[in-house]
């Protein structure tokens, strides 16, 4: 019913910089939040950045001032922009979004399939 779906993930060089997207579709009534979570094979998935509705922003210690989170009127695109990029960086990077379907009664947490990010040189 609810879809978000990544794009934007790909190689890139040390100090480089990416833009992922993700777009939410489906019957959704209301979005109070969404965000960015990036997971490394045998780890646990990790806060990269969150937004809210009224468009306050954290990020995680290791992301700030190279990261930056941002999102259109509807809140129905938000995107990660990663600039100097890290090897430590290189993960699969997940959108979450924080909503209630149109058919809900509960606010749920809903997952993209993952986007890759490797950061080589």
């Known amino acids: 019913q609810v879809q978000l779906v990544e794009s934007g993930g790909g190689l890139v060089q040390p100090g480089g910089s990416l833009r992922l997207s993700c777009a939410a579709s489906?019957?959704?009534?209301?979005?109070?939040?969404m965000g960015w979570y990036r997971q490394v094979p045998g780890k646990q998935r990790e806060l990269v950045a969150i937004i809210t509705s009224g468009g306050r922003t954290s990020y995680a210690d290791s992301v700030k001032g190279r990261f930056t989170i941002s999102r259109d009127n509807a809140m129905t695109t938000v995107y990660l922009q990663m600039n100097s990029l890290k090897p430590e960086d290189t993960a699969v990077y997940y959108c979450?979004?924080?909503?209630?379907?149109?058919?809900?009664?509960?606010?749920?947490?809903?997952w993209g399939q993952g986007t890759q990010v490797t950061v080589s040189s």
């Open positions: 979450n979004g924080r909503l209630r379907g149109s058919t809900d009664y509960v606010i749920s947490d809903y």
């Open positions: 489906g019957s959704i009534f209301s979005i109070f939040g």
